[in-house]
């Protein structure tokens, strides 16, 4: 047997750190397996998951908690917007399709999501973090002009554009600034994602409850049917605030990791020694670290050349490739996209009419009126909160983790949504939708997390942009089912509650358990 191998784990350290200075660089505290990436990048990557680790989570990653959460919380804060508006709008301009306004939305999701995710691995976390919040507050504040149905429908899809950017891009920039010790924060984020939908369904119960036309009504006008209009400009002044916290009081940092993917190791070492300055701290981290990594034959490719080189590969799919490289890569990129595409069409199926099928449901119960409806909406929003705090504590559990939390209230999910078909009262299926509510937000706060922590950071805008496009692909196909569907029968709530069963046992399958793991 070889020396090394009668060594004890103590003793391999000290090796370790006798090769490798003060960084350690063992391959078993990664997500990814060794090997299936670029070895310079890997060792380069886990000397850089070392520094942050010694900085530690200090006053930089606290202000990045909170202005990230700005985009978790823009995230489903618009979507919610969407379903809300949906029956006044419609309303007001008799379309012949009123899920069409949906349809708007989840196309403006899907560019964005696509745009936004693989442009951040080209030109950078930094202006993409700050401009998908900004646009989303401009259209959102211009919809409210809105003269007629199409036009609604235009606005809502340029807002959804800035939107679709907060998952890839958001996550990517803290996780890529998040010690090991504190990446279940990224799940705990949900906890904006949850709240930001009980803000929305506060200012819509009084605004829509009280300023919308009666379903009864024969003619609705403008003058009588404002509340969706006050409401856009509501929720659209708040996100321009968000935006304008998170770009004037806020100094964003490009990712350290991105940096170094790029060549720009420098760059590199000058942001970790200034997030060390910000937490009080210092960083014994330096370029020669990162250098003692390459081959004795490598240079960094830094001249104009190389720089046009470089766009160049931008156009082709390297990006992509890289994500099936090996097959263990390959098995959890292909399993975490088909678990977004099979979720992306079975929450807004369901969640995205639930304002109609709760009216609908509820006029048979006798109590449908608009005021019930958006009443009952906030009681099923609250409910998310707790959930979203339970999964950051679950995902940390040795026994469950990100894919047994994952895969237990992906599953619950589709099982509440089976229970709501038995209600026979207003209050029964209120009750069966706030533990649909509750269990999905788990799960949505454990996907939002676990899935950026699986991709390396040169392709994590990339992976993101894949799984969200899948999410949006799918996502544009409920509005169309909804059209042809009816509403007034269960069919939409089997299907929906189908699909979150099968994606619950597909998360078994997925190759990467990611928890007490720092990510590439």
Partial sequence: MGGEQNLSNESLSEIRQAEYGSIDISDDDTVIAKG????????????LNRA???????????????????????????????????????NEFLPTRPPLLV???????LAGA?????????FGRRWAFNLTLGLTAFWGLISASAPNFAAIGIFNAFWSFGVGGNLPVDSAIFLEFLPQSHQYLLTVLSIDWAVAQVICNLIAWPLLGNLTCADDAKECHRKDNMGW????????????????????LFKLHESPKYLMGKGRDEDAVRVVHEVARINGKTSTLTIEDLRACEPGNYTAQT?????????????????????????????????????????????????AFLPYIQSSRGADFGDGSTYITYRNTLIISTLG?????????????????????????????????YCSTTATTSEALLGWNCAFNFCSNVMYAVLYGYTPEIFPTPQRGTGNALAAICNRVF??????????????????????????????????????????????
């Fill in 303 to 351: 001249d104009a050349a190389a720089a046009v080189r470089r766009h160049l590969e931008k156009l082709n799919t390297k990006q992509v490739k890289t994500l099936f490289s090996t097959k263990r890569l390959a098995i959890s990129t292909s399993l975490i996209m088909l678990l977004w595409a099979l979720i992306g069409l079975a929450f807004p199926l369901y969640n």
């Fill in 229 to 248: 209009r006050y409401f856009l400009i509501a929720v659209g002044g708040l996100t321009m605030i968000m935006f304008l916290a998170r770009f004037c």
């Fill in 114 to 122: 696509g745009f936004w995710g693989f442009g951040c691995d080209i």
């Fill in 103 to 109: 349809l708007a939305q989840n196309i403006g999701l």
């Fill in 36 to 47: 299936s990436l670029d070895p310079v990048y890997e060792s380069k990557a886990k000397i």
């Fill in 52 to 90: 942050i680790q010694d900085i530690g989570m200090g006053w930089y990653q606290w202000q990045l908690f909170i202005v990230v959460g700005f985009g978790w919380a823009s995230d489903n804060l618009w979507p919610v917007v969407t379903s809300l508006i949906l029956k006044p709008v419609a």
């Fill in 475 to 520: 996502g544009i196909m409920a509005p169309i089912i909804a059209m042809f569907a009816d509403l007034q029968t269960s069919a939409p709530v089997y299907t929906s509650g189908a699909l979150f069963i099968v994606a619950g046992i597909i998360v078994i399958l997925l190759p990467f358990e990611s928890r007490g793991k720092a990510a590439l």
């Fill in 385 to 417: 909160v707790p959930g979203a705090l339970l999964g950051g504590f679950l995902v940390e559990l040795p026994r469950l983790g990100r894919k047994g939390t994952l895969s237990i209230f992906t599953v619950l999910t589709g099982v509440f949504l």
